[in-house]
């Protein structure tokens, strides 16, 4: 039994009705209509996103794709599907509907048109009395938009940014027909559904910057949070995707191109594709750990003044910023040691907290005269706001060409609870009062989650500390885009694959298929190591589709280069369409420490 909730969400207990038509949920989707005036449905959303976004979007509230897809199972002989479902998807039909976009400005394909208008006109309820009719067209729809987003989100990162970013030698050919289309004052004359051409201009947004002041350092993400243009992003965002799923039934199991995303409301997820002049070799990433701060003192953690709450809160302050040696001349140092061992640094990635905002613009300033290659930074920083509140963040800074080209910031999700075992553990009695449970004092609204892509086909995001382990808000977002890579910026024990992180890193492994790294600073590990007297200093923690594997800084030594090689290996959708994923293994590290 399905419930139509306030937010379009179908529950299963409160007032609960017999079924829902197809046709509602459309309506709710589409405020403005399927092309563009208000109350009207019955034309077919001539843009693709829109379509999957619907389709998708019924398919999982009436869960009517499981229905279809009675047996499923992927393994090292192949796929074994049922042989009347691989006749009713016919997948070759599916690929050869997708140029009728192409077809534009006349017609969106009588195919699609057809489809369109049956399920409006069929006999579409969700309830179990209803055939099966409506939900092969659902399914096919799904498909078919899909197909038709093949490389959407991935520019060819070696061609640099242009004035015009709908260039059809640079996007899938039909994506500047459709939007010119769309945004064509003489169309609108003619038609009535004109969209402005700030409504919907996406590709331009996902990687423009723009800087908040003339010879400012700092950038401002300008994005839009789906790929959609008549469906509003506070009910359903469409972004891009990298992975699909190599195990289980779901509906992120049915596309290969797109995936379905809550509204923003719940989290925003940002596609952020940046076209730069050079990009990294698509065979090897190389990435530099400093499990920086190397030295933590107890004193770095105290307690924060709340004088009228009964809720015991705590603050983090980089007191060894002013105590360990500069951040960005032991990076040069590090660099130089990498290139003297013939190995280039793509990523340099610093754990959670490792810096405040001041730092972390030097240490991004100082990159940027190492090398004119692209090259990422990317660190956990400490902010605090003009009004005194704290916030726990990851910085992303973009350098090329002897520029820092911007930064994106994702705050953290779930704040740090400190219990007792945990005050003994790091040794903060003194400093925390272990009869108390303490929280972490930082801002844990304005949640979003950003994916970057770094090459053609492939895409990392980050995460801090508990938002690795949380289920809300991210993970179903991540699961739905399945990033190849994960950087996960912890202020942690000793990274052993038996501890919370191990746990959840094979989780994310397996589903979406994710290689996934965390790091964790030297100064919290040792802290850790003096009171249960070892010696081992595991500062991350690697996980791929072959291994999940602990790294530990040898004695003497100040950072780890990991050299990660790309490995193809093929991936399915439920209805037998096939392709190559990107995956990220570990081939070798080579310990450095500065020259």
């Keep these: 039994m399905l419930e139509f909730g306030i937010q379009g969400c179908f529950l299963s207990k409160g007032h609960v009705v017999e079924s829902v038509e197809v046709e509602d949920l459309i309506r709710y989707l589409f405020p403005a209509g399927t092309r563009g005036t208000p109350g009207e449905i019955h034309f077919t959303p001539i843009w693709p996103p829109d379509l999957f976004g619907v389709a998708a979007y019924i398919a999982q509230v009436t869960d009517c794709y499981t229905g279809l897809l009675d047996f499923h199972t992927l393994d090292s002989i192949g796929r074994v599907i049922q042989a009347d479902h691989a006749r009713l998807l016919e997948v070759g039909g599916y690929l050869a509907h997708f140029p009728d976009w192409r077809s534009l400005p006349t017609e969106i394909g009588i195919v699609i048109d057809k489809l369109w208008f049956n399920l409006l006109a069929g006999d579409n309820h969700s309830d179990e009395k209803s055939g099966d009719a409506w939900k092969t067209i659902v399914l096919k729809i799904l498909i078919i938009a899909d197909t038709a987003c093949e490389g959407l989100g991935f520019y060819n990162t070696s061609v640099a940014l242009k004035a015009n970013p709908l260039d059809e030698n640079d996007i899938p050919c039909w994506i500047g027909q459709v939007y010119a289309w769309m945004t064509d004052p003489q169309v609108y004359a003619r038609s009535r559904y004109f969209l402005s051409s700030g409504t919907g201009d ?21 994005y839009s949070p789906s790929a959609c243009i008549l469906i509003p992003p506070q009910r359903l965002c469409v972004l891009p995707k990298c992975l699909t799923p190599r195990v289980g039934c779901t509906i992120r199991s049915l596309s290969q191109n797109l995936s379905l995303h809550p509204g923003r409301n719940q989290v925003e997820a940002n596609w952020i594709n940046h076209r730069f002049d050079s990009q990294f070799d698509d065979k090897y990433l190389n990435i530099l750990i400093v499990p920086y701060p190397y030295n933590m003192r107890s004193t770095s953690f105290q307690p924060s003044s709340h004088p009228t709450s009964k809720v015991h809160t705590f603050s983090v302050s980089p007191t060894w910023l002013a105590e360990e040696p500069p951040i960005d001349k032991l990076i040069t140092q590090l660099y130089a040691a990498a290139i003297a061992e013939g190995k280039t640094v793509d990523v340099v990635i610093l754990p959670e907290l490792a810096l405040d905002h001041p730092a972390f613009l030097r240490l991004a300033s100082t990159m940027a005269e190492l090398s004119p290659d692209f090259m990422m930074l990317i660190a956990g920083v400490s902010v605090q706001s003009e009004t005194g509140v704290h916030v726990n963040t ?23 609870k400190l219990d007792d075992a945990q005050i003994k553990t790091y040794g903060l009695r003194h400093q925390l009062d272990p009869t108390f449970v303490w929280w972490e004092d930082t801002d844990v609204s304005g949640r979003t989650v950003d994916y970057h892509v770094f090459q053609k086909g492939a895409c990392f995001s980050s995460l801090i500390c508990e938002d690795l382990a949380r289920q809300d808000p991210c993970k179903p977002s991540i699961q739905a885009v399945g990033p190849n890579l994960i950087f996960a910026l912890l202020m942690d024990a000793p990274q052993l694959k038996n501890r919370w992180p191990g746990r959840y890193t094979t989780g994310l492994v397996e589903d979406p298929g994710t290689s996934l790294l965390t790091v964790s600073s030297l100064g919290l590990i040792e802290r850790s190591n003096w009171v249960h007297n070892a010696t081992r200093r595991t500062v991350a923690l690697w996980g791929d589709q072959n291994s999940i594997r602990e790294i530990d800084l040898p004695l003497g030594y100040e950072a780890i280069l990991l050299v990660l090689a790309n490995s193809e290996k093929p991936l399915y959708t439920l209805d037998n369409r096939t392709w190559k994923g990107q995956f990220w293994n570990l081939e070798t590290l080579l310990p450095l420490k500065g020259l």
């Design 202 to 222: 996406w590709f331009w947004d996902f990687q423009a910057f723009v800087s908040t002041s003339p010879g400012a350092t700092s950038f401002e993400k300008q």
């Design 394 to 416: 990851s910085y992303t800074a973009y350098i090329e060409n002897g520029l820092v080209h911007g930064y994106s910031i994702q705050n953290k999700h779930h704040r740090w």
